[in-house]
């Protein structure tokens, strides 16, 4: 004789819900299936920007560069300014250059006093000091090939409005 085997199931019994069912996110997921996802992603991204921000602001910095690296090269001066800070902190015994006005005026002892910024540019390269902090090394004009003595730094560092020209200065004062 064949014994009759019986499944107890869960069932539903007046607003109580099946064991199967008993999931904690069940309520919201029937109700607001949007709002989970929307509160999915945005953690999601949050995580994202906590665990690796450097690896944005890199990204960011690469762009930065090569569109103020080509503005310095084809003189292009007002534009070269909108990507600086102000006031732009300069070389041990000289002024800070206060605004915009001041930069245009002082351009050519910026970008051509002690080192000359269009060669340099054409082909140094950025230097990563830290994740919101970039470093440009110019040797002197009158020694342009002296890659091993490059004292003229230009420095750039990520700021409220994104990348920025914040100073130059010459390691050597």
């Given at each position: 004789?064949?014994?009759?085997?019986?499944?107890?199931?869960?069932?539903?019994?007046?607003?109580?819900?099946?064991?199967?069912?008993?999931?904690?996110?069940?309520?919201?997921?029937?109700?607001?299936?949007?709002?989970?996802?929307?509160?999915?992603?945005?953690?999601?991204?949050?995580?994202?920007?906590?665990?690796?921000?450097?690896?944005?602001?890199?990204?960011?910095?690469?762009?930065?560069?090569?569109?103020?690296?080509?503005?310095?090269?084809?003189?292009?001066?007002?534009?070269?300014?909108?990507?600086?800070?102000?006031?732009?902190?300069?070389?041990?015994?000289?002024?800070?250059?206060?605004?915009?006005?001041?930069?245009?005026?002082?351009?050519?002892?910026?970008?051509?006093?002690?080192?000359?910024?269009?060669?340099?540019?054409?082909?140094?390269?950025?230097?990563?000091?830290?994740?919101?902090?970039?470093?440009?090394?110019?040797?002197?004009?009158?020694?342009?090939?002296?890659?091993?003595?490059a004292p003229i730094r230009f420095v750039?560092?990520?700021?409220?409005?994104?990348?920025?020209?914040?100073?130059?200065?010459?390691?050597?004062?």
């Amino acid at each position: 004789m064949r014994k009759k085997s019986y499944r107890k199931e869960n069932t539903v019994i007046k607003g109580t819900v099946k064991a199967s069912e008993s999931n904690s996110f069940a309520p919201i997921r029937a109700c607001r299936p949007s709002r989970v996802v929307s509160a999915r992603t945005w953690l999601a991204g949050l995580l994202i920007l906590l665990l690796f921000p450097s690896a944005f602001a890199q990204t960011d910095f690469s762009t930065f560069w090569k569109k103020f690296r080509s503005a310095v090269i084809a003189g292009e001066k007002a534009t070269v300014a909108e990507m600086t800070k102000f006031p732009l902190s300069m070389s041990y015994g000289v002024k800070v250059v206060k605004n915009k006005e001041d930069f245009l005026r002082r351009y050519n002892e910026i970008f051509k006093g002690e080192a000359n910024a269009v060669q340099c540019f054409a082909t140094g390269q950025p230097r990563k000091e830290s994740a919101r902090r970039q470093e440009v090394y110019c040797p002197f004009k009158e020694t342009p090939n002296e890659w091993e003595n490059a004292p003229i730094r230009f420095v750039f560092e990520w700021t409220k409005g994104g990348w920025k020209f914040v100073a130059l200065d010459n390691i050597n004062e």
